[in-house]
């Protein structure tokens, strides 16, 4: 079992940054490959960026290519996302999940974390 918790979400003034963070539990958390998703509202959940257990690959979303970066910490337990440029359409609730392969698709992802709101106003 891994539990995940989200911090970090909050509203922001496009063109500027904030950083998600994700702590992991269990006794296994550092073995998971991580990925963030968020879901706008009336809109399905879509992937934003995944990493694998050792931080050597990573993927994203071509929406957020160049703007978010996504990191792990497995001394911490804990995954980032640094988004950057953000923009209006960035707003949605982020969540962090965990899977044992590096996937884009969501039904792969086994854990998921409660989720943390992100607003950009324009």
């Known amino acids: 079992q891994v539990q995940l918790v989200e911090s970090g979400g909050g509203w922001v003034q496009a063109g500027g940054c904030l950083r998600l963070s994700c702590a992991a539990s269990g006794r296994t958390a550092s073995r998971y490959i991580m990925g963030w998703f968020r879901q706008a509202p009336g809109k399905e959940r879509e992937f934003v960026a995944a990493?694998?257990?050792?931080?050597?690959?990573?993927l994203y979303a071509d929406s957020v290519k160049g703007r978010f970066t996504i990191s792990r910490d497995n001394a911490k337990n804990t995954v980032y996302l640094q988004m950057n440029s953000l923009k209006p359409e960035d707003t949605a609730v982020y969540y962090c999940?965990?899977?044992?392969?590096?996937?884009?698709?969501?039904?792969?992802?086994?854990?998921w974390g409660q989720g943390t709101q992100v607003t950009v106003s324009s």
């Open positions: 990493i694998s257990w050792s931080g050597g690959s990573t």
């Open positions: 999940a965990a899977d044992t392969i590096l996937t884009t698709m969501s039904v792969r992802y086994d854990y």
